[in-house]
């Protein structure tokens, strides 16, 4: 289970990291707000990750069963918020390619 929290932390970091670095692009063409939602939506799910892996890793070190138990219920609604929301982003990111902005 630590293999696990140890890539989610990493998938977590990198989401941070490009939702960050899609924030600065943004920034640098000063566009419309409507397109941010998709940046900060990233590095929202990017928090998340870290903040989830963190609790895992508390709720292993201490044996917790508390900690576990959420640390499963909220990694399912995780991946039901990422099964959710991917398809809008996509759409939101092919409207802006075919609006020459990105």
């Not at 140890?6 to 409507?34: E, H, K, N, P, Q």
């Not at 895992?56 to 576990?68: D, N, W």
């Not at 959420?70 to 609604?77: A, H, Q, T």
């Amino acid at each position: 289970m630590s293999i696990c929290n140890v890539l989610l932390s990493c998938f977590g970091l990198l989401y941070i990291t490009a939702g960050s670095f899609m924030i600065s692009v943004i920034r640098d063409y000063a566009i419309i707000d409507d397109t941010r939602i998709v940046p900060i939506t990233v590095l929202f799910l990017g928090c998340a990750m870290v903040l989830l892996s963190l609790q895992s890793f508390y709720g292993l070190y201490r044996h917790k069963a508390c900690l576990l138990t959420s640390y499963s219920v909220m990694n399912l609604l995780l991946l039901l918020i990422h099964i959710c929301i991917y398809p809008v982003l996509f759409k939101a990111a092919a409207g802006l390619q075919n609006a020459h902005v990105l």
